[in-house]
Nanobody, 125 residues
Protein backbone atom coordinates (compact mmCIF):
# COMPACT_ATOMS: atom_id res chain seq x y z
CA UNK A 1 0.00 0.00 0.00
CA UNK A 2 1.39 3.35 -1.03
CA UNK A 3 2.10 5.69 1.83
CA UNK A 4 2.54 9.39 1.95
CA UNK A 5 3.39 10.64 5.41
CA UNK A 6 3.23 14.32 6.31
CA UNK A 7 5.09 15.85 9.23
CA UNK A 8 6.00 19.27 10.57
CA UNK A 9 2.62 20.72 11.41
CA UNK A 10 1.90 22.49 14.66
CA UNK A 11 0.81 25.68 16.37
CA UNK A 12 2.50 28.94 15.42
CA UNK A 13 1.80 32.61 15.90
CA UNK A 14 0.84 34.80 12.99
CA UNK A 15 3.95 35.90 11.13
CA UNK A 16 5.80 32.73 12.05
CA UNK A 17 7.08 29.87 9.92
CA UNK A 18 6.62 26.13 9.58
CA UNK A 19 8.17 23.57 7.28
CA UNK A 20 6.05 20.58 6.24
CA UNK A 21 7.64 17.43 4.87
CA UNK A 22 6.00 14.66 2.89
CA UNK A 23 7.89 11.37 2.87
CA UNK A 24 6.69 9.24 -0.01
CA UNK A 25 6.82 5.50 -0.39
CA UNK A 26 6.83 5.87 -4.18
CA UNK A 27 9.66 4.62 -6.34
CA UNK A 28 11.00 6.34 -8.23
CA UNK A 29 9.53 9.57 -6.93
CA UNK A 30 10.37 11.38 -10.18
CA UNK A 31 7.55 9.43 -11.84
CA UNK A 32 5.07 11.46 -9.78
CA UNK A 33 3.94 15.04 -9.80
CA UNK A 34 3.38 16.19 -6.22
CA UNK A 35 1.23 18.75 -4.49
CA UNK A 36 0.04 20.13 -1.19
CA UNK A 37 -3.61 20.72 -0.46
CA UNK A 38 -5.34 21.97 2.65
CA UNK A 39 -8.77 21.66 4.16
CA UNK A 40 -10.54 23.48 6.94
CA UNK A 41 -13.65 22.16 8.70
CA UNK A 42 -16.70 22.64 6.54
CA UNK A 43 -14.70 23.67 3.50
CA UNK A 44 -13.55 21.92 0.35
CA UNK A 45 -10.04 20.61 -0.06
CA UNK A 46 -8.07 23.47 -1.56
CA UNK A 47 -4.93 23.44 -3.65
CA UNK A 48 -1.91 25.19 -2.10
CA UNK A 49 1.17 24.36 -4.19
CA UNK A 50 2.38 21.82 -6.72
CA UNK A 51 5.70 20.73 -8.19
CA UNK A 52 6.44 18.85 -11.38
CA UNK A 53 8.28 15.54 -11.66
CA UNK A 54 11.78 17.01 -11.82
CA UNK A 55 11.01 20.04 -9.68
CA UNK A 56 11.51 22.46 -12.56
CA UNK A 57 7.93 23.74 -12.54
CA UNK A 58 6.23 25.03 -9.41
CA UNK A 59 2.76 26.40 -8.96
CA UNK A 60 1.14 28.28 -6.09
CA UNK A 61 -2.28 29.37 -4.95
CA UNK A 62 -2.41 33.14 -5.30
CA UNK A 63 -2.86 33.77 -1.59
CA UNK A 64 0.34 31.90 -0.66
CA UNK A 65 2.59 33.04 -3.48
CA UNK A 66 5.64 34.80 -2.10
CA UNK A 67 5.13 33.26 1.34
CA UNK A 68 5.25 29.50 0.64
CA UNK A 69 7.88 27.54 -1.24
CA UNK A 70 7.47 23.98 -2.50
CA UNK A 71 10.46 21.79 -3.25
CA UNK A 72 11.29 18.15 -3.73
CA UNK A 73 14.25 15.84 -3.32
CA UNK A 74 13.79 12.78 -5.49
CA UNK A 75 16.86 11.12 -3.99
CA UNK A 76 15.36 11.30 -0.51
CA UNK A 77 11.74 10.75 -1.61
CA UNK A 78 10.59 13.91 0.09
CA UNK A 79 8.54 16.97 -0.79
CA UNK A 80 8.74 20.05 1.39
CA UNK A 81 6.45 23.04 1.87
CA UNK A 82 8.21 25.94 3.56
CA UNK A 83 5.62 28.33 4.93
CA UNK A 84 6.63 31.82 6.01
CA UNK A 85 4.64 34.84 7.18
CA UNK A 86 1.82 32.57 8.24
CA UNK A 87 -1.64 34.04 8.66
CA UNK A 88 -4.63 32.77 10.68
CA UNK A 89 -6.32 32.05 7.34
CA UNK A 90 -3.64 29.42 6.68
CA UNK A 91 -5.02 27.30 9.52
CA UNK A 92 -6.05 23.92 8.09
CA UNK A 93 -5.16 20.27 7.75
CA UNK A 94 -2.44 20.02 5.12
CA UNK A 95 -2.26 17.02 2.80
CA UNK A 96 0.42 15.73 0.49
CA UNK A 97 -0.71 14.24 -2.83
CA UNK A 98 0.92 12.36 -5.71
CA UNK A 99 -0.13 11.95 -9.34
CA UNK A 100 1.25 9.38 -11.76
CA UNK A 101 -0.63 9.95 -14.99
CA UNK A 102 -0.16 12.11 -18.06
CA UNK A 103 -3.11 14.44 -17.54
CA UNK A 104 -1.83 16.37 -14.60
CA UNK A 105 -4.07 19.26 -13.60
CA UNK A 106 -2.03 20.54 -10.70
CA UNK A 107 -4.83 22.38 -8.90
CA UNK A 108 -7.54 19.73 -9.25
CA UNK A 109 -7.64 17.32 -6.29
CA UNK A 110 -9.38 14.72 -8.48
CA UNK A 111 -6.19 14.38 -10.53
CA UNK A 112 -4.21 12.87 -7.69
CA UNK A 113 -3.86 9.16 -7.10
CA UNK A 114 -2.37 9.02 -3.60
CA UNK A 115 -2.90 11.03 -0.44
CA UNK A 116 -1.37 11.28 2.98
CA UNK A 117 -3.28 11.42 6.26
CA UNK A 118 -2.56 15.09 6.78
CA UNK A 119 -0.81 17.29 9.34
CA UNK A 120 -2.55 20.07 11.23
CA UNK A 121 -1.34 23.65 10.94
CA UNK A 122 -2.82 26.18 13.36
CA UNK A 123 -1.91 29.86 13.18
CA UNK A 124 -2.91 31.98 16.15
CA UNK A 125 -3.42 35.73 16.21
Amino acid sequence: QVQLVESGGGLVQAGGSLSLTCTADLHPLYDYAMAWFRQSPGKQRDYVAAVSWTGDDKYYKASVKGRFTVSRDNTKNTVTLQMNSLEPEDTAMYYCAAESGDDWDYSDWRTYDYWGQGTQVTVST
